[in-house]
């Protein structure tokens, strides 16, 4: 069983239909870099079985990650978490951008802590070892 | 999804002496789905599956099983079909094992290691009579009994009334299995939304004697959403919002439940109130109650 399996958790009656948890699972792991490129996701049926969910519900999840260019269908292999992309204008990649920053600032707020300890916080992020050699 | 129906109701009615259970139903269901029929108590439910199934005649209306009437379904018909009643009825001096080998009787095709394996996982005592059996126990053995001719179109009215914890996930976990095969459909009823939303992918929702909504589970998710609107004065007495199934209002602020939240309504909402909108998702659990509050 792929180790990825384990990572998935959905929680039926939230208001968010399933598929939909899974997406945005998905997204985190691939975003927080607990799913690297190339990286194989669960099969459907695998990620049914543990999650104890109808395999209909993994099948458009995926089916609408590869259409949002998240993962591709490998023929034979399964779902493969892509390079990300970057899609779009300047300007729409900062609006996507955006959302997570205000999220991000919005803690930060309620940990008060002022702008240039914020600035101070974001620039150690971009000069982790990690993140730095990723660097456009 | 316009595959198709496995089991198709068009203005189906049924009344007991003068009281209209059953007052048009229409409903089609595609192979290899499956669609849980939720409604509150004596919505009607058991009524209808009685009817698909031809077990209760219809006053008027068409339905079509196997592209069958079903009060008149052949045996080869039958054998493809597999019923879970809500109140199960044995022989009850029979031994579990001896039921188990009568029912295989009827059937050209049973699997036998099936039925066994159902009968070992969920604990029942194949030496024991069925008559003493608990309700729970006689529930999972009717289930077993309806799955053991792997039937194409399995019916389950209630199937999780009588099971603990325990057993409901057994039970989800084998309908589960079943849902895997693009080939077999799955119609049951039921009053607990959180079975319905693990293995379900659409939704029938029963009420006053018609169903009310007919989608995908996700469909439905999407669409019926509750919405606050605080606007910046007092929202006058005319305050209304298009396709709402339950409007409370107070003073600047207003809770709506709608049964679409898309096709720009929040837009539109924005627009007319110079409002702030903020949209909730709701269990089916919720989206029932909501459905239910209006009328």
Known sequence: MNDATFRFTVHPSSGLPIYRQIMDQVRALVAGGRLAPGDLLPSVRQLAAELQVNMMTISKAYARLEGDGVIERVRGTGMRVRPPSARGSLADRRQQLRPLVEQAVIRARQLQLDDAEIIEVVQSVLNEPVLKEHQP | MT???????????????????????????????????????????????????????????????????????????????????????????????????????FYPRWNAALAEKLVRQWELPPNDRVGPLSPGQLQKLAIVLALGHEPELLVLDEPVGTLDPVARRDFLRTILDIAQSETRTILFSTHITSDLERVADRVAILRDGRIVFHDELDVLKESVKRIRITAARDLPASFAVRGALRVEVSGRSALVAVADAGNGLIDELLATWNATVDVEDLSLEEIFLEMHHAG
């Open chain 2, 3 to 105: 595959s198709e129906a496995v089991v198709s109701a068009q203005g189906v009615c049924r009344r007991f002496g003068s009281k209209e259970v059953l007052r048009g139903v229409d409903l089609a269901v595609p192979r290899g789905s499956v669609v849980g029929l939720l409604g509150k108590n004596a919505a009607g439910k058991s009524t209808l599956i009685k009817c698909l199934l031809g077990l209760l005649r219809i006053d008027d209306g068409t339905i079509r099983v196997f592209n069958e009437e079903p009060w008149w379904l052949s045996a080869e018909s039958k054998s493809r079909l597999g019923y879970v009643p809500q109140e199960v009825s044995l022989y009850g001096w029979m031994r579990v094992r001896q039921v188990v080998q009568y029912t295989a009787a």
